[in-house]
């Protein structure tokens, strides 16, 4: 029945097995043969075209050609239409490096090295088909059938338009809103991170860090505790009182606006002296982490002496008490009414945290609100204003900037400077809280970033000389080195900072128990796949943080008024067609860009959709007008390329 082969020769006999598919068009007519077939649904996940193929694609493929030929053979239909992943971080930072530039240079006219948007995303839409000459060969010559002269490919207007489309039916069902959330960012990449991209393989990593632990001065311990808790001693007079908290993060103790306790742990007050001054005084931490910080002392006897304990509580006992600023740098402030009003009165309190565990530092954390989702909590929970910078532009930012640096001057509101910002502060302003962002930032376009790293310098450690100031200060309990799980950006290798960030998100949660429900009906192959990582990451969905900070990619198709509030959003390139005339009527744009481009709406030809382009600059120029009458501007994000890729089975039929 079947021919002998002796001596195979198995690449030509491959190339006489390949030529006999392509004249018989044998992969159109399994298609094309099982017209009214009962349909197998195949969906091919895009591959990005400015890298290489690897092997790994040979392998992945492989598997999925299989299945799709066996159930061929069963008598599907089996529909199978290639893609191209063309947006997103990889693509951005290729142009980047190629181009000797970071996102800082990109529309800044200041820059040495400016780029235009325009001018980049264009680079970025050259680069990002660079290697598909490649990827087709490799598809042909492994005998992968797939449709390659008909592929989705992820810029095309018609795609980003069902992506609009998409998003705009999450609109509607009040799934997808604007929060200002403390989110993880990448310096290095320039853009907020979503969960699942923090929880890809490699990305949480052990690194060795300086850590403090740091002493708090207590204002008036005795009116704070005044029938709190129990004296189990006499309190002694003229010393002062600190509270101990740990941090891993010293760059983040200029920002420290509370301290948290645990409600149900059991703390203390015990009579001591700071290992480095040598001042003695009363020190409040908690009973269980006592002996990793004092040891008793042996009289000449050899005896030993208990130490002295003095009060005893619990943590809601300890709730209220204030102490003074660590690190008054900057002022704690509110905006109220677009005027900064300074905040002191309200912050430097210790504040209940059910978070809070015994099982390393001192049993009590320092909380600064605007680098981490747990300190913004509990602090907000407790009217604990946060400690931030007024920007140049009038945004409320943290301490440190987009590119992981202490703020500097001439990028501050000046009045917020001149009232908030004490000269404490310039000492280290426009220092990088890591390593690596100085090494990454500054690195000139010859020089790899393991090279750079290895030309990192001690002082160049943040972390080290704050602690060693603190030290010199007397503010400073403990300082040592710890190893702890970090996340890193999973396209830099550089750690991440959690950052608050105005941001558009999906409701995920909103549909979590569905999720979860339809998920245990897949026949998950092995079945502790679906029961075990991603079952787990279902169990603690977030929202989706659908932003990104970039320039090539979807733009969030959602125009907004800053000052009324008032949005839309678009769902189709017809709208926004529609919308833009109503605004050249109310005198807010002076033609319709799409109009003057030959955009016909209604007509769904290629030809009529090339005449356009959806990225940015160009929506971004288009201002549309609100239901009061008001200028709406697109909201500058992109969306995240996951949701690219993952609304394919969409997208592909436009």
Same mark, same amino acid.
């Given at each position: 029945?079947?021919?002998?082969?002796?001596?195979?020769?198995?690449?030509?006999?491959?190339?006489?097995?390949?030529?006999?598919?392509?004249?018989?068009?044998?992969?159109?007519?399994?298609?094309?043969?099982?017209?009214?077939?009962?349909?197998?649904?195949?969906?091919?996940?895009?591959?990005?075209?400015?890298?290489?193929?690897?092997?790994?694609?040979?392998?992945?493929?492989?598997?999925?050609?299989?299945?799709?030929?066996?159930?061929?053979?069963?008598?599907?239909?089996?529909?199978?239409?290639?893609?191209?992943?063309?947006?997103?971080?990889?693509?951005?930072?290729?142009?980047?490096?190629?181009?000797?530039?970071?996102?800082?240079?990109?529309?800044?006219?200041?820059?040495?090295?400016?780029?235009?948007?325009?001018?980049?995303?264009?680079?970025?839409?050259?680069?990002?088909?660079?290697?598909?000459?490649?990827?087709?060969?490799?598809?042909?010559?492994?005998?992968?059938?797939?449709?390659?002269?008909?592929?989705?490919?992820?810029?095309?207007?018609?795609?980003?338009?069902?992506?609009?489309?998409?998003?705009?039916?999450?609109?509607?069902?009040?799934?997808?809103?604007?929060?200002?959330?403390?989110?993880?960012?990448?310096?290095?990449?320039?853009?907020?991170?979503?969960?699942?991209?923090?929880?890809?393989?490699?990305?949480?990593?052990?690194?060795?860090?300086?850590?403090?632990?740091?002493?708090?001065?207590?204002?008036?311990?005795?009116?704070?505790?005044?029938?709190?808790?129990?004296?189990?001693?006499?309190?002694?007079?003229?010393?002062?009182?600190?509270?101990?908290?740990?941090?891993?993060?010293?760059?983040?103790?200029?920002?420290?606006?509370?301290?948290?306790?645990?409600?149900?742990?059991?703390?203390?007050?015990?009579?001591?002296?700071?290992?480095?001054?040598?001042?003695?005084?009363?020190?409040?931490?908690?009973?269980?982490?006592?002996?990793?910080?004092?040891?008793? *002392?042996?009289? /000449?006897?050899?005896?030993? @002496? +208990?130490?002295?304990? #003095?009060?005893?509580?619990? &943590? %809601?006992?300890? !709730?209220?008490?204030?102490?003074?600023?660590?690190?008054?740098?900057?002022?704690?402030?509110?905006?109220?009414?677009?005027?900064?009003?300074? *905040?002191?009165? /309200?912050?430097?309190?210790? @504040? +209940?945290?059910?978070? #809070?565990?015994?099982?390393? &530092? %001192?049993?009590? !954390?320092?909380?600064?609100?605007?680098?981490?989702?747990?300190?913004?909590?509990?602090?907000?929970?407790?009217?604990?204003?946060?400690?931030?910078?007024?920007?140049?532009?009038?945004?409320?930012? +943290?301490?440190?900037?987009?590119?992981?640096?202490?703020?500097?001057?001439?990028?501050?509101?000046?009045?917020?400077?001149?009232?908030?910002?004490?000269?404490?502060?310039?000492?280290?302003?426009?220092?990088?809280?890591?390593?690596?962002?100085?090494?990454?930032?500054?690195?000139?376009?010859?020089?790899?970033?393991?090279?750079?790293?290895?030309?990192?310098?001690?002082?160049?450690?943040?972390?080290?000389?704050?602690?060693?100031?603190?030290?010199?200060?007397?503010?400073?309990?403990?300082?040592?080195?710890?190893?702890?799980?970090?996340?890193?950006?999973?396209?830099?290798?550089?750690?991440?900072?959690?950052?608050?960030?105005?941001?558009?998100?999906?409701?995920?949660?909103?549909?979590?128990?569905?999720?979860?429900?339809?998920?245990?009906?897949?026949?998950?192959?092995?079945?502790?796949?679906?029961?075990?990582?991603?079952?787990?990451?279902?169990?603690?969905?977030?929202?989706?943080?659908?932003?990104?900070?970039?320039?090539?990619?979807?733009?969030?198709?959602?125009?907004?008024?800053?000052?009324?509030?008032?949005?839309?959003?678009?769902?189709?390139?017809?709208?926004?067609?529609?919308?833009?005339?109503?605004?050249?009527?109310?005198?807010?744009?002076?033609?319709?860009?799409?109009?003057?481009?030959?955009?016909?709406?209604?007509?769904?030809?290629?030809?009529?959709?090339?005449?356009?382009?959806?990225?940015?600059?160009?929506?971004?120029?288009?201002?549309?007008?609100?239901?009061?009458?008001?200028?709406?501007?697109?909201?500058?994000?992109?969306?995240?390329?996951?949701?690219?890729?993952?609304?394919?089975?969409?997208?592909?039929?436009?």
């Amino acid at each position: 029945m079947f021919n002998t082969h002796k001596n195979i020769d198995l690449y030509n006999t491959n190339q006489e097995i390949l030529a006999k598919w392509k004249e018989h068009n044998l992969f159109w007519r399994s298609v094309e043969e099982r017209e009214g077939c009962p349909e197998f649904v195949f969906f091919e996940g895009p591959p990005s075209a400015n890298g290489h193929p690897g092997i790994h694609h040979v392998l992945a493929r492989t598997i999925k050609d299989t299945f799709n030929r066996y159930k061929t053979m069963k008598g599907f239909q089996v529909k199978r239409k290639a893609g191209w992943d063309t947006h997103g971080l990889p693509v951005e930072l290729g142009v980047e490096k190629e181009l000797g530039i970071t996102k800082n240079d990109i529309d800044n006219k200041d820059s040495e090295k400016y780029i235009s948007t325009a001018d980049y995303n264009a680079k970025c839409r050259s680069n990002v088909m660079m290697f598909t000459d490649e990827w087709t060969e490799l598809t042909e010559q492994m005998g992968y059938w797939v449709d390659l002269e008909n592929p989705y490919i992820t810029y095309d207007n018609k795609y980003i338009e069902t992506l609009w489309w998409l998003l705009k039916q999450l609109y509607n069902k009040d799934l997808l809103y604007k929060g200002y959330t403390i989110q993880p960012y990448s310096p290095a990449a320039g853009t907020g991170l979503s969960s699942h991209e923090l929880n890809q393989p490699g990305c949480y990593r052990d690194v060795k860090d300086t850590t403090c632990t740091a002493q708090f001065l207590v204002k008036d311990v005795c009116e704070g505790l005044k029938g709190k808790g129990e004296l189990v001693g006499e309190m002694p007079e003229g010393l002062k009182t600190y509270v101990l908290a740990w941090t891993t993060t010293p760059w983040t103790l200029p920002s420290n606006t509370a301290l948290c306790v645990g409600p149900k742990i059991d703390y203390v007050a015990v009579v001591g002296n700071n290992p480095y001054s040598g001042e003695e005084a009363i020190y409040i931490i908690a009973e269980p982490r006592l002996s990793a910080y004092f040891s008793a *002392k042996k009289d /000449e006897e050899g005896n030993e @002496i +208990p130490m002295n304990i #003095v009060w005893r509580g619990k &943590g %809601t006992d300890l !709730v209220g008490l204030h102490y003074q600023q660590l690190m008054p740098w900057v002022k704690p402030c509110a905006l109220e009414n677009n005027e900064v009003v300074v *905040k002191e009165e /309200e912050a430097f309190r210790v @504040i +209940p945290g059910d978070y #809070v565990t015994t099982e390393d &530092g %001192t049993g009590i !954390v320092h909380i600064a609100p605007t680098f981490g989702a747990d300190d913004a909590k509990v602090a907000k929970d407790a009217g604990i204003p946060s400690l931030f910078i007024l920007d140049k532009g009038s945004d409320t930012r +943290p301490m440190v900037d987009f590119q992981g640096k202490y703020f500097v001057s001439e990028d501050m509101d000046e009045k917020f400077r001149e009232l908030c910002v004490n000269e404490s502060y310039w000492k280290h302003a426009g220092e990088y809280v890591k390593p690596g962002f100085k090494a990454w930032f500054t690195k000139d376009d010859n020089t790899s970033l393991d090279e750079a790293m290895k030309a990192l310098k001690p002082e160049d450690d943040l972390n080290l000389a704050i602690c060693m100031e603190m030290k010199q200060e007397g503010s400073a309990f403990k300082i040592e080195k710890h190893v702890h799980n970090y996340p890193h950006c999973w396209r830099t290798d550089l750690p991440i900072l959690y950052y608050p960030l105005d941001s558009w998100f999906i409701r995920s949660t909103a549909k979590k128990e569905r999720m979860v429900e339809l998920n245990k009906t897949i026949n998950w192959k092995p079945e502790s796949t679906g029961s075990g990582r991603f079952g787990n990451w279902l169990e603690n969905l977030n929202d989706w943080n659908l932003s990104r900070s970039r320039y090539w990619g979807t733009p969030l198709p959602i125009w907004r008024n800053r000052d009324t509030k008032e949005e839309l959003c678009i769902g189709s390139v017809e709208e926004l067609y529609n919308e833009i005339e109503k605004a050249v009527a109310a005198g807010l744009m002076k033609s319709n860009p799409l109009k003057d481009n030959g955009f016909v709406p209604g007509d769904n030809s290629k030809e009529n959709y090339n005449k356009i382009d959806l990225h940015r600059p160009y929506v971004d120029d288009i201002i549309l007008v609100s239901e009061s009458g008001k200028p709406m501007k697109r909201e500058t994000d992109l969306i995240d390329v996951w949701f690219d890729s993952g609304s394919m089975p969409y997208s592909q039929l436009h």
